[in-house]
């Protein structure tokens, strides 16, 4: 896929972007050379990161989101660095999915996580008393980058 985005945008709402497009990166010099930089985005699914993109440039963000791409939205926001842009939308994203949420350890798990990084007590303890309950074994982070002292 080919995405273009304001390189203001990028450098203003992340510390990661401003890294690679005004640091000593390959990207600062395909940049000044070309116009242009190409990211190539590996590990990341496309929705999660277009929706990034989007309230980066200040766009309308979507209304209601799945527990898979609020966690998918969430883990691009803490990797770039740029939760602040985020919280409000999260918060509001996560609301609306706490009404049709299918029980299960893992969608209570991501739900965790994102409290966590939201610094969202009331739903934190919420979903910590959940994830309990619906544990069939050890509680584990589902692969998702929880800090030592939430699942220690």
Not at 20 to 46: Q, Y
Not at 86 to 91: E, P, Q, S, T, W
Not at 124 to 147: M, N, Q, R, T
Request: aromatic share 12%.
């Amino acid at each position: 896929y080919l995405l273009q985005a304001s390189e203001k945008h990028l450098v203003l709402s992340s510390p990661v972007f401003k890294q690679m497009l005004c640091g000593l990166w390959k990207e600062t010099t395909d940049l000044a050379t070309e116009g242009f930089v190409r990211f190539e985005i590996k590990n990341w699914n496309l929705q999660p990161f277009l929706i990034l993109l989007q309230v980066m440039h200040g766009r309308p963000a979507p209304k209601g989101l799945d527990v898979d791409t609020i966690t998918d939205v969430a883990l691009l926001a803490d990797y770039y660095q740029c939760l602040e842009d985020f919280r409000r939308c999260m918060r509001g994203w996560l609301r609306e999915a706490k009404k049709t949420l299918r029980p299960s350890h893992e969608t209570y798990t991501k739900c965790l996580w994102v409290s966590w990084i939201l610094r969202s007590a009331t739903n934190f303890k919420d979903f910590g008393s959940l994830v309990v309950y619906f544990a069939e074994d050890l509680i584990e982070g589902e692969g998702l980058p929880f800090h030592p002292v939430v699942l220690g």
